[in-house]
């Protein structure tokens, strides 16, 4: 975990020194619309969460709709990551049922993809998984899941909630409607001894370096030893092959870096005290990078390889 | 003064020199220097039922405060004392987003006993104030204690000068710069943005205005914020600590048990300290290493030699 919590702060915190704000105020559930956009956007959100729901819950006021810029109002430095995701926005609604409460976040991420990415930034392959949506977890009191460029969190608090949370969570999936699966390339990566739930998707800065981005990560576990698989994805081979010539530059100011043909052409491997040992290849617009390989990482990175020509 | 040792003529002078430069809660700063800086209780067992917890959670804290010296060394008769828990998120208790409603109880109950006037528990939520007051406990358990704890009134910031490296002033809550003393509540939690949350970074729930603007550089925003609160105490609630995806958790499976409440003088070794309880080092965190290089306290909490007490 504090491999993640390394990642993400890096990427925070690359993203506030750029100087990045939001471009659009939204206004709170009490205050005017600002754009045409964002009535149709809260209209849509709202579609979701109308009348009848599970257990005929009754709202607990109207709902609270929060855009990039005041997104932090309602979770503090909570709202960075989000952001990082280019997070649209959120609806916020409270609900009661008897005596269970409820409270119904939709964060409307911008797309599908941006919507794995925030949910798997909040995910761990030890949760408890469950057939919702894309995918959904959940934990006494709580349930998330994953639908279309939607990230959807609820809470239930009192009797009888937890119960409710599901039966909420299928209907709003319903309703929802939209991508059921996860990000494609994600599909081609190998199967073998990888670590279930544990892919991730960084839009900026992946490991702290601006030129890998966007990147997929995946862990691979053998016995107790654990890789990451990282996925930079670039516009086109040339800017994979430019990716990998800056990987190659870093390493080799910052520890070891040799070629490897072996691997492939224009493959290396390098190391350095803080990210370890790696391998890496370019493969068409993909950066192939294997961190801490295991004895037969040579086969992992083929095989990637091999699975996204 | 005339017959006391030359050594301590001249600390006592330094002490009053240095509270001179202190911020609202300064002048107790000089009783404060007066005893151990550090108390760390752990309890041996981790009991599951909630009885247990809560028994757990008080007697920690009476006891990580009585290695201090008991709470009469930082409050005296007629003091208006203000508890600062961490009350931001809509949250059980048990999710660990929110100070341990035990912890600040017992925090309350012991400042009536040295004879404080009045106690006020409060916090400015992230999260809808009214739920996050109630579903986290707190309100309970510090009303039942006899403290006032109620939601902050957004007409009561005030512009208030802090004099800081890049915070000139900002709205702080006039009726804490009210009280007398100034008690630190905050619980040991991950924090997605500055790695972790803990009693410097519990300081923000004092504050108004646009908040955010404050993670543009939170290595010296918040130690502008530490340097003018100067708390008299702080009691780090260590008992279930976030260990992913704070500040706003609600997943139990990122919540981990600690057993140990932690008290003291020195905000930066407080600090420091916790961060070990989320498995990280104090040089980790910008704003503790800002804070020791401002002098406002020491990231070698060992060299304070804490008192230590298992349970």
């Known amino acids: ?309 | 003064m005339r017959d006391c040792p030359r050594r301590t003529f001249l600390k006592t002078l330094a002490l009053g020199g240095a509270a001179l430069k202190l911020g609202p809660f300064a002048w107790d700063v000089l009783a404060a220097a007066s005893g151990p800086a550090l108390s760390i209780a752990h309890y041996r067992s981790s009991p599951k039922e909630p009885d247990g917890i809560a028994e757990e959670s008080q007697r920690l804290t009476r006891e990580a405060i009585a290695g201090l010296g008991g709470m009469q060394r930082f409050v005296n008769r007629g003091d208006i004392v203000w508890v600062k828990p961490n009350i931001g998120w809509n949250r059980r208790p048990e999710q660990a987003a929110t100070t341990n409603p035990d912890v600040v109880a017992t925090i309350v109950a012991l400042c009536y006993q040295a004879g404080a006037k009045r106690v006020i528990v409060s916090d400015n939520s992230c999260n809808p104030a009214v739920t996050s007051f109630a579903r986290s406990g707190i309100q309970e358990a510090a009303q039942k204690a006899g403290a006032d704890c109620f939601v902050m009134d957004d007409r009561k910031f005030k512009s208030t000068k802090l004099n800081g490296k890049v915070l000139p002033a900002w709205d702080v809550y006039a009726d804490a710069l009210g009280a007398n003393k100034f008690i630190n509540v905050p619980i040991a939690k991950h924090h997605g943005l500055c790695k972790a949350t803990l009693g410097i970074k519990n300081l923000m729930g004092v504050v108004g205005g646009e908040r955010n603007r404050f993670h543009q550089d939170l290595g010296n925003t918040l130690v502008d914020l530490a340097a003018f609160f100067r708390p008299n105490l702080v009691v780090l609630d260590g008992v279930r600590v976030l260990t992913a995806n704070g500040p706003t958790g609600g997943n139990l499976a990122d919540v981990q048990r600690r057993d140990t409440v932690v008290a003291g003088v020195d905000q930066v070794a407080v600090d420091s300290f916790g961060t070990t309880l989320l498995g990280l080092k104090p040089q980790d965190i910008n704003y503790i290493v800002e804070a020791s290089n401002r002098k406002l306290g020491t990231m070698d909490y060992e060299s304070l030699k804490p008192r230590r007490a298992e349970l």
């Open chain 1, 1 to 309: 975990m504090k491999f993640w919590a390394r990642r993400t702060s890096w990427l925070i915190c690359g993203m506030l020194a750029a100087g990045f704000f939001p471009p659009q105020s939204w206004a709170s559930g009490d205050g005017a619309l600002r754009t045409q956009a964002s009535d149709i956007a809260q209209k849509h959100l709202l579609s979701f969460v109308g009348e009848p729901l599970p257990g005929n819950p009754a709202a607990q006021g109207a709902p609270s709709f929060y855009g990039p810029e005041i997104l932090y109002q309602y979770m503090d430095g909570g709202a960075d990551v989000y952001l990082l995701y280019d997070f649209q926005v959120l609806l916020h609604q409270d609900l009661k049922s008897g005596q269970a409460e409820l409270t119904v976040d939709i964060f409307d991420m911008g797309n599908s993809e941006d919507a794995f990415g925030m949910y798997a930034a909040e995910r761990a392959p030890g949760y408890s998984f469950l057939d919702i949506g894309v995918e959904a977890y959940r934990n006494e009191g709580i349930l998330n899941f994953l639908q279309d460029r939607y990230y959807i969190k609820l809470a239930g608090f009192g009797p009888g909630s937890d119960d409710l949370l599901e039966k909420l969570a299928r209907v709003l999936s319903e309703r929802i409607g939209g991508a059921r699966s996860l990000p494609a390339l994600l599909e081609k990566l190998p199967q073998e001894h990888r670590v279930k739930h544990s892919e991730q998707f960084t839009r900026k800065d992946p490991l702290g370096h601006r030129f890998l981005s966007p990147a997929y990560l995946v862990s691979y576990k053998q016995g107790e030893w654990e890789s990451k698989l990282l996925i930079s994805v670039a516009k086109d081979p040339a800017e994979a092959k430019a990716r990998l010539e800056s990987l190659t530059k870093y390493f080799r100011e910052s520890g070891k870096c040799e070629a490897a043909p072996d691997l492939g052409d224009g493959a290396i491997q390098a190391s350095n005290t803080f990210e370890g040992r790696v391998i890496a290849t370019a493969q068409g617009r993909y950066l192939i990078v294997v961190i801490n390989p295991a004895s037969d990482a040579a086969a992992l990175l083929k095989k990637t390889a091999q699975d996204l020509k």
